[in-house]
């Protein structure tokens, strides 16, 4: 997921003199789906099948763990003692010994005090960032921020800032023009888009000099970022900071689903008593509870998946940049390649699948530079081999190649 712009929409009617029929209620979407369509915009669902030999770097599994047996294992395990549902809000019956047992291993992999569990980590952006502002607090967010920080923000009860991408100075100088009594300031660590990572030291520093609080969406740093894949917190050595909440999610490193936020103890207390969409939320499926448990446990042991999926990312750019392609510079797990346009990289992205390659394609409103491209996620458990054919693959299938 990323960054979303306002959607292509149609022009608004003339005024109502009389009521549409019914069966004209809706006729006005046609008209924005078609311009949707001229604009290059058209998204469309494909179902995959169980056993697909297409070679993925479209997810998000970046450690290849949503296939490990003893991933799988565990879901099919929780599934079947707890059954397939957590049957409703966790303050009421959706909190099993799981999610217990999950939030308190997050907290503690993480170096932070507690962990709370949400069924996704849209969710929990949402809950971080509507639960922890008011009136008197000032929101300063990035300007690429992922789509979820931007809901947020928007649900938020709050001023919103929005500051210029990968700028702490201009974070500063935000924070130092407040009249606000609080102040909180938001950023994706991974930014995934391009892959580049922020820079939350600084942000960090810029925060603490101003008395505000720190927020950071750590989805594609968790698993790849820090000692062991601990996240982008313990890279900057902020694990564990007063000031600093984290939400994650589990279903990219984690190869399962759901998010949580983890951070200071008396946050996730106000968090469980005031975010609504825990409150008012049906918990997270025990079965993706047990396959979030058993990954972590995978990483825990084997730390070396993290340092790997940043060792592919790192091979995947300098290849595709040797073949002459514009490909980014990796912080995390994330490549791009730029293509020359919204409809080029639809076709490009359609070539490599017919090819056997899949890979995303991030086109505007979805990308805040308003350049498309290619997205590769470099998963941990790739080949040299599997790496070099999709290199090929994308060189071959190129537009103008």
């Given at each position: 997921?990323?960054?979303?712009?306002?959607?292509?929409?149609?022009?608004?009617?003339?005024?109502?003199?009389?009521?549409?029929?019914?069966?004209?209620?809706?006729?006005?979407?046609?008209?924005?789906?078609?311009?949707?369509?001229?604009?290059?915009?058209?998204?469309?669902?494909?179902?995959?099948?169980?056993?697909?030999?297409?070679?993925?770097?479209?997810?998000?599994?970046?450690?290849?763990?949503?296939?490990?047996?003893?991933?799988?294992?565990?879901?099919?395990?929780?599934?079947?003692?707890?059954?397939?549902?957590?049957?409703?809000?966790?303050?009421?019956?959706?909190?099993?010994?799981?999610?217990?047992?999950?939030?308190?291993?997050?907290?503690?992999?993480?170096?932070?005090?507690?962990?709370?569990?949400?069924?996704?980590?849209?969710?929990?952006?949402?809950?971080?960032?509507?639960?922890?502002?008011?009136?008197?607090?000032?929101?300063?967010?990035?300007?690429?921020?992922?789509?979820?920080?931007?809901?947020?923000?928007?649900?938020?009860?709050?001023?919103?800032?929005?500051?210029?991408?990968?700028?702490?100075?201009?974070?500063?100088?935000?924070?130092?023009?407040?009249?606000?009594?609080?102040?909180?300031?938001?950023?994706?660590?991974?930014?995934?888009?391009?892959?580049?990572?922020?820079?939350?030291?600084?942000?960090?520093?810029?925060?603490?000099?101003?008395?505000?609080?720190?927020?950071?969406?750590?989805?594609?740093?968790?698993?790849?970022?820090?000692p062991g894949g601990r996240g982008a917190l313990a890279a900057a050595g902020l694990a564990g900071a007063p000031d600093t909440v984290a939400t994650v999610t589990l279903s990219k490193s984690l190869g399962s689903q759901g998010g949580a936020v983890v951070?200071?103890?008396?946050?996730?207390?106000?968090?469980?008593?005031?975010?609504?969409?825990?409150i008012f939320d049906t918990g997270l499926a025990p079965a993706a509870v047990g396959a979030a448990l058993a990954a972590l446990r995978l990483l825990r042991a084997e730390p070396e998946r993290a340092d790997r999926a940043r060792e592919v990312a790192r091979l995947l750019s300098a290849?595709?940049?040797?073949?002459?392609?514009?490909?980014?510079?990796?912080?995390?797990?994330?490549?791009?390649?730029?293509?020359?346009?919204?409809?080029?990289?639809?076709?490009?992205?359609?070539?490599?699948?017919?090819?056997?390659?899949?890979?995303?394609?991030?086109?505007?409103?979805?990308?805040?530079?308003?350049?498309?491209?290619?997205?590769?996620?470099?998963?941990?458990?790739?080949?040299?081999?599997?790496?070099?054919?999709?290199?090929?693959?994308?060189?071959?299938?190129?537009?103008?190649?």
């Amino acid at each position: 997921m990323v960054n979303s712009a306002a959607p292509v929409t149609a022009e608004p009617p003339a005024p109502v003199t009389e009521p549409p029929a019914p069966a004209a209620v809706f006729d006005w979407l046609d008209q924005a789906a078609e311009l949707r369509a001229a604009a290059g915009l058209t998204r469309t669902l494909r179902s995959r099948p169980a056993e697909d030999p297409v070679l993925d770097l479209a997810g998000n599994d970046y450690l290849g763990l949503v296939h490990h047996p003893d991933v799988t294992r565990a879901a099919a395990e929780a599934a079947l003692r707890w059954g397939g549902g957590a049957t409703g809000s966790r303050l009421v019956t959706g909190t099993t010994a799981l999610h217990t047992e999950l939030e308190l291993e997050l907290a503690e992999f993480c170096g932070a005090e507690a962990a709370l569990v949400f069924s996704s980590g849209y969710a929990a952006n949402l809950a971080a960032l509507t639960a922890l502002t008011d009136p008197d607090t000032l929101i300063v967010s990035d300007a690429y921020n992922h789509a979820s920080l931007i809901d947020g923000c928007r649900l938020a009860r709050s001023d919103v800032h929005r500051a210029p991408h990968d700028d702490p100075a201009a974070v500063a100088a935000a924070l130092a023009a407040r009249t606000h009594r609080r102040a909180l300031v938001v950023s994706d660590s991974v930014f995934s888009v391009d892959g580049n990572a922020a820079r939350v030291g600084e942000l960090s520093a810029a925060a603490r000099a101003h008395g505000a609080a720190l927020l950071i969406d750590d989805a594609h740093g968790l698993g790849v970022l820090g000692p062991g894949g601990r996240g982008a917190l313990a890279a900057a050595g902020l694990a564990g900071a007063p000031d600093t909440v984290a939400t994650v999610t589990l279903s990219k490193s984690l190869g399962s689903q759901g998010g949580a936020v983890v951070g200071p103890r008396r946050v996730i207390r106000h968090l469980t008593e005031t975010a609504r969409t825990f409150i008012f939320d049906t918990g997270l499926a025990p079965a993706a509870v047990g396959a979030a448990l058993a990954a972590l446990r995978l990483l825990r042991a084997e730390p070396e998946r993290a340092d790997r999926a940043r060792e592919v990312a790192r091979l995947l750019s300098a290849q595709l940049t040797a073949v002459g392609l514009h490909a980014s510079t990796p912080d995390a797990a994330v490549v791009s390649v730029r293509a020359p346009g919204p409809e080029a990289a639809v076709a490009w992205a359609a070539d490599c699948r017919t090819a056997g390659l899949a890979v995303g394609c991030f086109r505007p409103p979805s990308v805040p530079d308003g350049i498309s491209r290619l997205r590769l996620t470099a998963r941990g458990d790739l080949t040299d081999a599997q790496i070099a054919h999709a290199v090929e693959v994308i060189r071959r299938t190129a537009p103008g190649a």
